[in-house]
């Protein structure tokens, strides 16, 4: 059995994760690489759900019965872990979306709906990168369509990185946000934030940081990142689906309007005009995801129990030691950075002139489970001339022989296809 420095102990780990112990396909044990996608969840998770809807399910906020102020309370509880895990300095400044997609699109219209200084117009211009998600594009190009206003974006180098030698050409005066990822979900890279966001300011620029391929793998400071925003998802971090979260400074949460109107994020209404709740309310209109919000709540408490510091330095190893195995299969090109300093845990690549449909569909055959596709960043697919690529990613559970597995499995990958 492999061993490489910094590993947690995985054996203990993956007693915790009951759909690791699956076989597929007749008996082949199942080698889940597919994390940047989804992860998969604790029992702990499993349980804190089970048992909010077994003892506590009820609407939240307005009820006086002791099950709505006990489902209040777990709510609410949620919202002060993911302050304290994300080291916000208030509570109030996290708003509970159902995806870092949504969240994203609540900023995207806050600014187009906004007065000044913050709207963004005809006059004004958006700046992303071509490695974004399409969860990072598609709403700034509606909001580019819908006000006028010019979209740019940095482009890539030939090794996965943001050329940022244009940078004070791209975000100039008339720059109103920008927005970018932190760790990318196709290349692994990690940008260079603060360079990015000491030119924004300078400007006077707002910026959002995608975080939904940092927060499950590495220690989140939203003050240290100095953004204005920071959007991240809870189902890649052990956490349910349908639950995200947007953190935003409080002075501009005070100042910009909502997306969304409904109960619960009003003060008070009447046939002619309403008024809004304070920050986060004002943005989570209608039942909130409540169970979703306990569950992310139990994931926290996980990670945190194992360490964000000790995540990162196994997965570190693990995606050192990945890329070193895959650079020894013959006719396999990295798209990204090929060492593992300033990279995530997810490795996309190309094998020879097989399709990555192809080669996904061959792994799965032995119990590999990878992501196939140009995983919504076809920009970065056509600016390296691919068509799509299969990506591997790891997470807290992920071991060097499931790495190990991945490389034997492309060897019979490359058999098969002769």
């Known amino acids: 059995m492999t061993q490489l420095p910094g590993l947690l102990d995985t054996e203990a780990i993956r007693k915790d994760f009951p759909i690791l112990d699956r076989q597929v396909h007749d008996g082949q044990k199942l080698v889940y690489l597919d994390n940047a996608a989804t992860s998969q969840k604790p029992r702990q998770v499993l349980d804190a759900l089970s048992e909010y809807y077994e003892r506590y399910n009820a609407n939240v906020h307005r009820g006086v019965h002791v099950l709505a102020e006990e489902a209040t309370a777990l709510y609410e509880g949620a919202r002060d872990k993911v302050a304290e895990f994300v080291n916000a300095p208030s509570r109030d400044e996290v708003i509970f979306t159902k995806n870092a997609s949504e969240s994203l699109n609540l900023v995207a219209n806050m600014l187009g709906w906004a007065d000044e200084p913050y709207r963004v117009d005809s006059e004004t211009e958006i700046v992303i990168t071509e490695m974004e998600h399409h969860s990072n594009i598609v709403p700034w190009q509606l909001l580019a369509q819908r006000t006028g206003a010019?979209?740019?974006?940095?482009?890539?180098?030939?090794?996965?990185?943001?050329?940022?030698?244009?940078?004070?050409?791209v975000i100039t005066e008339k720059t109103k946000i920008v927005s970018f990822v932190l760790v990318s979900n196709i290349l692994g890279t990690q940008n260079p934030v603060e360079a990015i966001v000491r030119r924004a300011q300078e400007v006077g620029a707002l910026v959002c940081v995608d975080a939904s391929q940092a927060a499950p793998h590495m220690p989140l400071d939203v003050q240290a990142l100095q953004a204005d925003f920071v959007a991240f998802t809870g189902h890649k971090m052990c956490g349910p689906t349908g639950i995200g979260v947007l953190w935003g400074r409080q002075e501009l949460l005070e100042d910009l309007p909502p997306f969304l109107g409904g109960g619960e994020m009003i003060e008070t209404v009447s046939m002619n005009s309403s008024t809004y709740a304070p920050a986060p309310h004002k943005f989570e209109a209608g039942t909130p995801p409540i169970a979703q919000a306990v569950g992310l709540g139990a994931a926290i408490d996980y990670l945190r129990s194992i360490g964000m510091d000790k995540i990162l330095a196994h997965e570190h190893a693990l995606t050192e030691y990945a890329v070193k195995r895959l650079l020894e299969v013959p006719d396999l090109r990295i798209i990204g950075p090929t060492t593992a300093e300033e990279r995530g845990a997810a490795i996309s690549f190309t094998l020879g002139d097989i399709h990555p449909h192809d080669v996904g569909q061959v792994l799965d055959e032995q119990g590999i489970a990878v992501r196939v596709g140009h995983h919504c960043a076809r920009p970065v697919c056509l600016r390296y001339g691919i068509?799509?690529?299969?990506?591997?990613?790891?997470?807290l559970y992920s071991t060097p022989a499931e790495i190990d597995a991945l490389v034997d499995g492309l060897e019979h990958v490359r058999n098969f296809f002769g």
């Open 387 to 395: 068509p799509a690529t299969t990506r591997a990613s790891f997470y």
């Open 150 to 169: 010019k979209l740019k974006w940095f482009g890539l180098t030939d090794d996965g990185r943001l050329d940022l030698s244009n940078i004070e050409q």
